[in-house]
């Protein structure tokens, strides 16, 4: 049996145990013999039967129940806390939504044995596909090759999804825990702007990880109150972390979606939502 040296958290949302494109890859990596060093399931609002699922004992996993929709952050919190006590220095962050097989749990295993050495090394992100399409990690430089682990330049600026990612603990630490502000949505850009700000390396592994993204889906469709919740984590980091580039590029996205959204959602909510976060953030 290969034990990573990992905490690996799994977020569910009314999700079954068994309908969970990560779990299911778990049971499999497990069965070929790799297995991380902890297993949590922070469940928000749980389908029935999770909490007395095989699953749990087959996964080997501390299992989480929470009656109301807390996020994925909260979770998050409560495994880092969960690795600090146990003294595990690194944590793996998933939702529900993941697809990969046993070589994807190698494939980072061997990046972390080699990218984890350096100190200043925040994160070690898999590549994620989603449709097809590369989704993270993003940045303004190139990938390392595709056959080799490696670094992304400090001058990449990197961007990169939750799902996947594997995250040393004593970072997060250092910024004091999760913030809970962005309990939903957020975080993954929090994270990284944030590794920027202190000057953290990015490790990039050739490991492949298929990931369904609910924001950018086929239909690119996100309902009224889900997208409020993402300007209000837009907002948070305007405010606190985006330089003066930055924010003139984050104006021009919100007048371009204050023509497009309407039309293409046929909502003129998303509108006024546009302008009222166009007013808070201009004044």
């Given at each position: 049996?290969?034990?990573?040296p990992?905490?690996?958290?799994?977020?569910?949302?009314?999700?079954?145990l068994?309908?969970?494109?990560t779990?299911q890859s778990?049971?499999?990596?497990?069965a070929?013999?790799?297995?991380?060093?902890?297993?949590w399931?922070f469940?928000?609002e749980?389908?029935?039967?999770?909490?007395t699922?095989?699953?749990?004992?087959?996964?080997?996993?501390?299992?989480?129940?929470?009656?109301?929709?807390?996020?994925?952050c909260?979770g998050?919190?409560?495994?880092?806390l969960?690795?600090?006590?146990?003294?595990?220095?690194?944590?793996?962050?998933?939702?529900?939504?993941?697809?990969?097989?046993?070589?994807?749990?190698?494939?980072?295993?061997k990046?972390?044995?080699?990218?984890?050495r350096?100190?200043?090394?925040?994160?070690?992100?898999p590549?994620?596909?989603s449709?097809?399409?590369?989704?993270?990690?993003?940045?303004?430089?190139?990938?390392?090759p595709?056959?080799?682990?490696?670094?992304?330049?400090?001058?990449?600026d990197a961007?990169?999804?939750?799902?996947?990612?594997m995250l040393?603990?004593?970072?997060?630490?250092?910024?004091?825990?999760?913030?809970?502000?962005?309990?939903?949505?957020g975080?993954?850009?929090?994270?990284?702007?944030?590794?920027r700000?202190?000057?953290?390396?990015?490790?990039?592994?050739?490991?492949?990880?298929?990931?369904?993204?609910?924001?950018?889906?086929?239909?690119?469709?996100?309902?009224?109150?889900?997208?409020?919740?993402?300007l209000?984590a837009?907002r948070?980091?305007?405010?606190?972390h985006?330089?003066?580039?930055?924010r003139?590029?984050?104006?021009?996205r919100l007048?371009?979606?204050c023509?497009?959204?309407?039309?293409?959602?046929?909502?003129?909510?998303?509108?006024?939502?546009?302008?009222?976060?166009?007013?808070?953030?201009w004044v």
């Amino acid at each position: 049996m290969m034990r990573l040296p990992v905490l690996l958290v799994v977020v569910l949302y009314r999700c079954p145990l068994e309908s969970s494109g990560t779990l299911q890859s778990l049971l499999k990596a497990r069965a070929a013999g790799m297995v991380p060093e902890a297993l949590w399931i922070f469940d928000n609002e749980p389908a029935p039967g999770n909490e007395t699922s095989p699953m749990l004992a087959s996964l080997e996993a501390t299992y989480e129940p929470s009656a109301t929709n807390r996020g994925i952050c909260p979770g998050y919190e409560r495994a880092r806390l969960a690795a600090l006590h146990a003294g595990i220095e690194w944590l793996w962050l998933f939702d529900q939504d993941s697809d990969f097989d046993p070589a994807f749990m190698l494939g980072m295993g061997k990046a972390w044995e080699v990218l984890a050495r350096d100190a200043a090394c925040w994160a070690i992100l898999p590549r994620v596909f989603s449709e097809g399409s590369l989704v993270s990690p993003l940045a303004r430089a190139a990938l390392p090759p595709a056959e080799r682990d490696g670094y992304l330049p400090a001058s990449a600026d990197a961007r990169a999804i939750n799902s996947g990612m594997m995250l040393r603990r004593r970072f997060v630490d250092g910024l004091g825990g999760f913030d809970q502000r962005f309990w939903l949505d957020g975080l993954d850009h929090w994270l990284c702007l944030s590794a920027r700000s202190a000057g953290q390396r990015t490790g990039v592994a050739t490991a492949v990880l298929q990931h369904a993204l609910s924001v950018t889906a086929t239909t690119g469709f996100v309902s009224v109150a889900r997208y409020r919740s993402i300007l209000a984590a837009e907002r948070l980091l305007f405010q606190e972390h985006y330089t003066s580039g930055e924010r003139v590029h984050y104006l021009a996205r919100l007048l371009y979606r204050c023509v497009k959204q309407p039309l293409r959602w046929k909502s003129f909510a998303y509108l006024s939502s546009n302008l009222a976060q166009l007013w808070r953030v201009w004044v």
